[in-house]
């Protein structure tokens, strides 16, 4: 049996789980409600305060999903009761970010400042106008958010200009040198 898919997901006080008939999860909890379909071969059982997915047999496809979608269920109870964030640097001279509302005004080098409009549930902040903070509770939209803005202008390998992730570490390159 699946490592991940056996353990119960715990549900912490002011979340409310239900299960539809057409086997859709549905959290809700202080920061807001998300909802999960879940695969017909797995059944979702509440237990007192835990949640338990099982599975009806052992075929390969039904033993890969029972471990994903109790993590999928796990990251959805996480969301509406802590949320998450990532936090991402710009690293440039001259380059900076400033936040007008649900949107970002970003300046990276290009002939015009790059804006990027937040997606319904996502949260800005710009503490300091090299870095910015992308929130929300659902995990896979933040990190697809974070991604995008990262994708506007990638850390390049020799000055290790462009917008990075908190914390990553870009591979410098040696440049071009003299010929003898």
């Not at 390969?60 to 936090?87: D, F, P, Q």
Request: charged content about 25%; hydrophobic content about 35%; proline content about 6%.
């Amino acid at each position: 049996m699946s490592r991940i898919g056996r353990k119960p997901i715990a549900i912490p006080a002011g979340v409310t789980v239900t299960v539809a008939d057409d086997n859709t999860v549905t959290v809700k909890g202080p920061k807001g409600t998300l909802s999960q379909w879940v695969n017909p071969n797995i059944t979702v059982t509440q237990e007192g305060a835990e949640l338990v997915l099982t599975r009806c047999d052992d075929q390969k496809e039904n033993r890969a999903k029972h471990g994903l979608y109790r993590n999928l269920i796990a990251n959805m109870v996480t969301g509406v009761t802590e949320g998450y964030s990532k936090e991402l640097n710009i690293v440039g001279t001259g380059y900076r970010v400033a936040l007008a509302g649900k949107k970002l005004t970003i300046n990276i080098g290009f002939s015009h400042p790059v804006e990027y409009t937040a997606p319904e549930g996502i949260s800005f902040d710009v503490p300091a106008p090299n870095r910015i903070i992308v929130s929300g509770i659902d995990k896979q939209l933040v990190g697809e958010t974070s991604a995008q803005i990262r994708r506007i202008k990638e850390p390049e390998p020799y000055m290790g200009k462009g917008i990075r992730y908190l914390n990553e570490v870009v591979r410098h390159k040696e440049g071009k040198t003299a010929g003898k």
